[in-house]
């Protein structure tokens, strides 16, 4: 019969550890490592540096977030910016401050910080600068400020979008002295100037010059001008495919570029606009209603705003398009990027009509219920928005 009888517990020397395993049984000649008791003090000194560890990370996290953000903000480029003049003697704040204040930049502090790491803003030139656009990253500032301002003896010219064609001659003829309008008009219908998208017979250029900001040498002539002018808007519709214009959209280039002008005059503040009203035109055009955009009626009676009377609607122009069908005979105004491409690449909706609902900043509201637009509307003039 075998004995169970477990050995007899050594015993334990005075001040000697206790080790408990199953059975209270050890071994003596294995090997064991004593498992020591963590102190509650020690646990939270270790999760308070955790924590701390943590917290710094995330801040870091945050603030680098933020500042790719500035560096290269959301979003397209925005328009040109008029000509910004750098004074003599300016420092790297005082330039980094300027284009924040004409928002190329988004902070100004952060350029600062750029400039120095990339080591790139020791060297640039007093003088006038005209590349510059809205919403730049820092890269596309700094290159502006690195191909330096105008020539001394160069001249630049701005034309804004949604300017009437008048109005831009206007412009160029006070940034020459040496032309004025009338010699820039007897330019334009001499045949000097060319676009491939001015049509047969058409002598009414507006519409075919490119809003932005130019250089040219003070004594260019009006050809030369209007030409560059009229060379870089066909660039851009060929970039934004007006050349396949019916096979893109039913529609002739000269139609979609009347469209994009009339979205350049209605569009509010939000660039999503511009394709809603696209949008909204070419719904009105399919069902063969009135188009009723009061811009097109204030440019055939040669106005540039205000209120509409009897007297004005009862004028029969080629414009009056409350009671005429169909689009305006030319475009009325000088359309930018964003409505050209809005007018071939139209948003998706049903809409049918939009009205004014803020005005700063000028905002629409779009339906396709009739009496929506009617209550949005008499709320819009009852709250003198227009």
């Known amino acids: 019969m075998t004995d169970t009888t477990a ?31 963590e102190s509650p003090v020690g646990r939270r000194v270790v999760n308070a540096v955790v924590a701390t560890f943590v917290a710094l990370a995330c801040v870091a996290g945050f603030s680098m977030v933020w500042a790719m953000r500035q560096m290269d903000p959301p979003g397209e480029q925005g328009g040109q910016v008029a000509a910004i003049e750098v004074p003599r003697g300016a420092t790297l704040d005082s330039i980094s401050l300027l284009l924040e204040s004409k928002a190329v930049i988004a902070s100004a502090d952060v350029f600062g910080w750029y400039a120095k790491i990339r080591g790139v803003g020791g060297a640039w030139k007093a003088g006038t600068y005209v590349n510059f656009r809205e919403n730049s990253t820092m890269s596309q500032a700094a290159s502006v400020l690195a191909d330096g301002p105008v020539p001394p003896q160069s001249t630049a010219v701005t034309v804004i979008p949604g300017a009437r064609l008048v109005d831009s001659l206007e412009s160029i003829a006070k940034a020459f002295p040496a032309l004025t309008v009338e010699t820039l008009a007897a330019a334009l219908a001499s045949g000097q100037v060319t676009s491939k998208y001015l049509l047969a017979g058409q002598t009414n250029w507006e519409g075919l010059l ?7 040498a003070k004594d260019s002539s009006a050809v030369t001008v209007l030409q560059k002018l009229a060379d870089q808007q066909a660039e851009v519709l060929d970039g934004l495919g007006y050349g396949r214009a019916e096979a893109l959209s039913g529609r002739t280039a000269y139609e979609l570029l009347t469209i994009a002008s009339l979205v350049e005059k209605e569009a509010g503040d939000p660039e999503e606009e511009k394709p809603r009203i696209a949008r909204v035109i070419e719904n009105r055009l399919d069902r ?9 009626i204030l440019y055939g009676l040669n106005r540039r705003n205000g209120g509409l009377t009897a007297d004005d609607l009862a004028q029969d122009t080629p414009y009056e398009n409350r009671r005429r069908v169909g689009l305006p005979p030319t475009p009325i105004a000088l359309p930018g990027q964003a409505a050209l491409r809005a007018a071939i690449q139209p948003a998706a909706g049903d809409w049918q009509w939009y009205v004014l609902v803020t005005k700063n900043p000028s905002t629409h509201l779009f339906t396709s219920d009739y009496n929506e637009f009617l209550k949005a509307k008499d709320r819009a003039q009852a709250e003198g928005i227009f």
């Open 7 to 37: 050995p007899p517990r050594p015993k334990r020397r005075r001040n000697e550890p206790i080790y408990e395993f199953e059975n209270d049984f050890v071994d003596p000649d294995e090997e064991f490592v004593p498992i020591r008791v």
């Open 288 to 296: 063969g209603d009135p188009l009723g955009i009061d811009a097109a």
């Open 210 to 216: 490119a809003p932005d900001t130019y250089q040219f």
